[in-house]
């Protein structure tokens, strides 16, 4: 059975004022009955992790680089995270996959970076819209899932977002029964290729989930809890969609 979880992405925003909201969330939801992940941009890592220490709360990492040290000037090491407190990286978020033009390989080398660092993989999936309307959107997810995710994935170490291009801070979400059939999938082909542990990986929904929707989103079979973007930043958003994970 898989852990539910709430992650949420802060993306590039958040200056030291934004850490007001985590001492909120904290005394709102302290001690949620599912896991409770913030992934801030890299320069709040230290600060949120320290702020969290002692609460439910778990600091993340937005993308890492695949390897462990060395002339990669920018770039940030999944050692780095863990030493600054994180658990968690997310990897192959779409706007990395758009934005730096990384590949399912480059995503699959990152994942494994963030196992040696003993963390756990945020691994992100989904279609663009062209895709969907092409009628691909299991294929592409399909596609990315073999590509992106390494051998020797368990519910331990990995996490699976599915997340349609198209539904990132757009405000449009599929239809439930859209969701249900692109979860069902991957926890087929997951339990295909992984046995038992493929029962184990959370599956999230992530694109403009909010409080007001999150209830229906969490009702559907095979969602494990959500990747949230916008309705992160603010404690009573990002507490509404922690109550109904809860309910769930
Ligand atoms: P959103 O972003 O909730 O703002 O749509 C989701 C994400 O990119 O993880």
Redesign the pocket.
Known sequence: MARKLAAG?W?MNGTNASLAEITALAKAHPDPNCDVLICPPATLLSRLAEKTTGTAIKTGGQDCHAASSGAHTGDISAEMIADAGGSHIIVG???RRADHGETDADIAAKTRAVWNAGLVAVI?VGETLAEREAGQTIDIVAGQLAGSVPNGANGDNTVI?Y?PVW????GKVPTLDEIAAVHADIRDRLTTRFGDAGNDMPILY????KPSNADDIFRVADVDGA??????LKAEDFGGIIASLERA
């Open positions: 992405n993306k978020h779409s706007e992100c977002a997340e539904a990132i801070g757009t992530g694109g403009s989930v990747l949230v973007g916008g309705a992160s």
